[in-house]
């Protein structure tokens, strides 16, 4: 009992140690925007890509169907057309941080994998990422609650890039990595309890998935 009581102590230290150092920037992800709250509770409905007539392609990891559509490179600067494209390049660093963020969480730290969404998205229970422009770093968006449990299916969406200087700027190797680690974590605490107060847990749930970032990658300040 003394050695479970200091090992809670110490994992409550850590966390405490970095939401207090590494203070998370809200803007960075917008789970829980007004927007994306709103569409909790709605069946099936996934995001579509701009422009609509553009090839949606998919890669598939052991866990994760990643959906983006691609051109030789993203809009260069605000005044390009609206577009969701992104480069085969992007995607598959998406598609290595999203497992690498499963490996950590769920097979290292023993944590009990999102639910599965059936057919929704694409192949059966993978979990699915959308690669999309959005002016957040990525973005958690919980859908609808599990029968039997307090548990809700989600999905992630991770921006193409960001207005950087006027210019549309693709994320970083590492702030993919660190973004998917982030988000990865929401779709954990969603698959726990989605019922919970999104206002009232607010700072819970994002210190928890900025602190698993620290966690996961030590190396990394983003």
């Not at 939401?19 to 994306?36: A, H, I, M, R, V």
């Not at 207005?163 to 702030?175: A, S």
Request: proline share 6%; glycine share 6%.
């Amino acid at each position: 009992m003394k050695l479970l009581f200091n090992s809670v102590l110490s994992i409550l230290i850590t966390f405490l140690f970095y939401t207090t150092l590494f203070p998370q920037d809200f803007q960075k992800c917008g789970t829980f925007s007004p927007e994306n709250l709103s569409k909790m509770g709605e069946s099936c409905t996934r995001p579509s890509f701009s422009p609509a007539s553009s090839e949606v392609q998919i890669i598939q990891t052991t866990n994760f169907n990643i959906h983006f559509i691609t051109d030789e490179l993203p809009p260069l600067n605000p005044n390009d057309p609206p577009s969701d494209k992104t480069t085969w390049a992007y995607a598959e660093k998406v598609a290595s941080a999203a497992q690498e963020a499963w490996y950590f969480q769920i097979n290292s730290l023993g944590w009990q994998a999102p639910p599965g969404d059936g057919t929704c998205g694409g192949e059966f229970d993978k979990y699915d990422i959308y690669i999309k422009r959005v002016n957040f770093y990525g973005a958690t968006q919980p859908e609808l609650q599990v029968t039997g449990t307090n548990g809700y299916t989600s999905y992630i969406i991770v921006t193409t890039g960001l207005i950087i200087g006027g210019v549309h700027t693709p994320l970083t190797e590492n702030e993919i990595r660190v973004t998917l680690a982030h988000e990865f974590n929401h779709a954990i605490q969603f698959g726990y309890n989605g019922t919970k107060s999104r206002e009232s847990n607010y700072w819970f749930f994002e210190n928890t998935a900025t602190w698993i970032e620290e966690i996961q990658y030590p190396e990394i300040n983003d």
